[in-house]
C-alpha cells in the first residue's frame, strides 16, 4: 500500500477542510509551487491535486495551477470539477496521469459508459480513471460534498465494475480532516462486497499507526494530507514506507 501526499487548493491557496465543509479551511503558509517541491525533493513519484473551486464548477486555479503541474515529473492524480468527456481527455493529453471523476459519473446515468469509449480510444481508462466515492453515513455525497445521491453505495460500485472501472478513492466524509483515523469499517465494507476493486483510501489518516491499520487490508494507496501539514507525518516518513512496497500503484 503505498502513501500519496495530498495537495488541496482552495482560492489559489494550499488548505485543509474538516468534513468537506469549505467554511472549515486551514490554511498553510506554502505556495503550491513549493509544496509539489517540497514533496518532489524528497523522492516522492507520485501526488494528488484537488482543485477545491473547480468542485463548485469555479476554475479560477486551474491555469495558474496547470503552469506549476506541468513542470514536475511526477505522476499527478488530479480532481476536482470535472464534468465532461472533453476535460477528462485533454487532462490525460497534458500529462495528467490519472483523473478523478465524481459529480458527472452519479448525475448523468450515461457518462461513465461514453467515457469508457471515448477514452479508451486512446488510454488504458480503466487504470487511468479513478472514481470518487465520498460518503457520509453510507450515503455518497456529490457538488463539493453538498449533494446527496439516492444512489446505494454498492449499487453504484457494482455499476462501475460493470463498465470496467475498478479504481476507486473512498472518502469517509466523518472522517476527513480530523486526525481521528481511517475509515477502516467503511472500507472493510467495500473490499467484503467486492475483492478486487483497486482502492484507494483517503479520510482520517493521522500517523503512522494508522497507515499500518490500513495495510492490514486489501488497500492499494492511501491518500494523507493533514497529518503531513500538521507534522504528525514526516515526508521522510513516507519516503521510507514507500521504498518498501511492492504492490503496483
Known amino acids: 500500500m503505498y502513501i ?16 468537506g465543509d469549505y467554511n472549515q479551511k486551514t490554511v498553510y503558509d506554502v505556495s503550491i509551487a513549493e509544496m509539489i517541491e517540497t ?44 464534468r465532461t468527456i472533453k476535460q477528462v481527455t485533454d487532462l490525460l493529453d497534458a500529462g495528467i496521469h490519472r483523473v478523478i471523476v465524481g459529480t458527472q459519473a452519479i448525475t448523468n446515468p ?15 481508462y480503466a487504470n487511468r480513471i479513478v472514481i470518487a466515492i465520498d460518503v457520509l453515513d453510507e450515503v455518497i455525497k456529490y457538488s463539493g460534498w453538498m449533494e446527496s ?23 469517509d466524509i466523518n472522517k476527513d480532516g480530523k486526525l481521528g483515523g481511517a475509515a477502516m469499517d467503511l472500507y472493510r465494507k467495500l473490499l467484503d462486497h467486492s ?31 493533514k497529518a503531513i501539514y500538521e507534522n504528525r507525518i514526516s515526508i521522510d516518513e513516507i519516503k521510507q514506507w514507500n521504498l518498501k512496497q511492492m504492490t503496483s500503484l
Request: with cysteine; charged share 25%.
Open 4 to 19: 500519496i501526499p495530498a495537495i488541496d487548493i482552495l482560492d489559489g491557496k494550499v488548505v485543509r477542510l474538516t468534513e
Open 39 to 82: 514533496y518532489r525533493s524528497n523522492g516522492t513519484e507520485f501526488i494528488h491535486i484537488i482543485d477545491l473551486n473547480g468542485a463548485k464548477g469555479d476554475f479560477s486555479n486551474q491555469a495558474a495551477l496547470f503552469e506549476v503541474i506541468q513542470k514536475t515529473d511526477m505522476r499527478v492524480q488530479y480532481g476536482g470539477g470535472i
Open 110 to 124: 450515461d457518462f461513465l459508459q461514453e467515457l469508457s469509449t471515448e477514452v479508451g480510444k486512446k488510454y488504458d
Open 149 to 171: 445521491s439516492p444512489i446505494k453505495l454498492m449499487d453504484y460500485v457494482d455499476k462501475c465494475l460493470q463498465l470496467g472501472f475498478f479504481r476507486f478513492l473512498c472518502t
Open 195 to 225: 475483492p478486487f476493486i483497486k482502492l484507494i483510501a483517503s479520510g482520517g489518516v493521522s500517523s503512522m499507526a494508522d497507515i499500518e491499520e490500513l495495510a492490514t487490508l486489501d488497500i492499494r494507496s492511501v491518500v494523507v494530507g
